[in-house]
């Protein structure tokens, strides 16, 4: 493994400070909670005693502790209140949404601002799995990739979102010329207020090629002018292919419209990244990425999904990240 340098000891010395802050404000909250607790059982004492209007006796007897456990029970069956060790009512799941979303996995850590080296920024694969998720669940990531018409669901609530269209499997290896069709697209997702475009399968080299350098970058150039400036458009591009190309004049120009490149499977060893070498690589194609302004997505792998491949690829995102970057799942 390279050494690191000053930008990725920097990234690793914001994670360390956002958590130490986050654990003092652990123990400020666990302290204020502490207080309010004491102050709600104090007022709800007296909150009791002016709602049943109880006796001034029956209140110097609620004062004294050992003569309020009796009280108590007296005053429970006159106002008709359950009993103190009663077991508690059991509610269905209708009427408790803790209950119902048990089965949900844990909400995403909340989106980050561009720029700021080390925080962590989700973009969540929509697929139809999460079609029965409650929408309040993904307000907290901070991009998610859907697929329209199915997908408006998201953006219709709030959640930036961005649309998944490919050439390549729609039209074949002429997919990049079929720019009047794509555009419409485009044009359709941005009325319905989608952040950007997903453009799957943008391979210069390898398989799955709908064409040329060439074509390809007409189609992102149009892509872009549909979208404006403001828009976003992440390619998928595999890593070797792409690298590979970063010196053709089409390319790059391709690449000047794009803001994000997905790193697809990772860097798990189905992405060819097996060795010290390997990952060195990847290192320097982030940087190459990085020099032209493009963040990165590591999206997830299905095939490597353990705890210690969960944490192997959080660290390799944390390493690279400044700001501009997504972890994929």
């Known amino acids: 493994m390279p050494p690191f340098n000053g930008r990725r000891s920097t990234s690793l010395l914001v994670v360390v400070l956002s958590f130490c802050a986050f654990l003092a404000a652990l123990v400020t909250a666990a302290d204020a909670m502490a207080r309010f607790r004491r ?130 499997t729609t039209w074949g290896s002429s997919g990049a010329t079929h720019i009047a069709e794509y555009i419409a697209w485009v044009r359709r997702d941005r009325e319905h207020g989608y952040l950007g475009q997903f453009m799957d399968d943008v391979n210069f080299a390898g398989g799955n090629i709908a064409g040329t350098p060439a074509q390809y970058a007409n189609l992102i150039e149009a892509v872009r002018a549909a979208l404006g400036p403001d828009g976003v458009i992440e390619i998928n591009a595999q890593m070797w292919d792409l690298k590979s190309m970063l010196g053709n004049p089409d390319v790059q120009r391709a690449l000047s419209y794009v803001n994000v490149v997905t790193k697809e499977f990772n860097v798990d060893p189905t992405s060819g990244i097996s060795s010290a070498g390997r990952y060195r690589e990847y290192l320097e194609f982030v940087d190459g990425l990085r020099a032209r302004g493009i963040g ?29 970057d997504f972890i994929g799942f």
């Open 39 to 168: 102050h709600h059982q104090h007022h709800h004492l007296a909150a009791h005693h002016k709602h049943h209007r109880c006796l001034a006796r029956a209140r110097r007897r609620h004062r004294a502790h050992s003569r309020h456990r009796a009280h108590s029970r007296r005053c429970a069956v006159r106002h008709g209140r359950r009993k103190a060790h009663a077991a508690p009512r059991k509610l269905s799941a209708a009427h408790n949404p803790v209950s119902a979303q048990a089965s949900l996995p844990p909400l995403p850590p909340a989106a980050a601002a561009d720029g700021v080296a080390g925080l962590v920024k989700a973009r969540l694969d929509a697929k139809l799995e999460f079609d029965s998720f409650p929408l309040g669940w993904f307000n907290g990531l901070a991009r998610v990739l859907a697929y329209p018409p199915a997908g408006d669901r998201y953006v219709a609530a709030g959640v930036p979102a961005l649309a998944y269209h490919d050439a390549w």
């Open 296 to 324: 990165i997505t590591n999206s997830g792998d299905p095939s490597y999904n353990s705890e210690a491949d969960k944490e192997y690829s959080l660290a390799s995102y944390l390493l690279v990240n400044t700001g501009l």
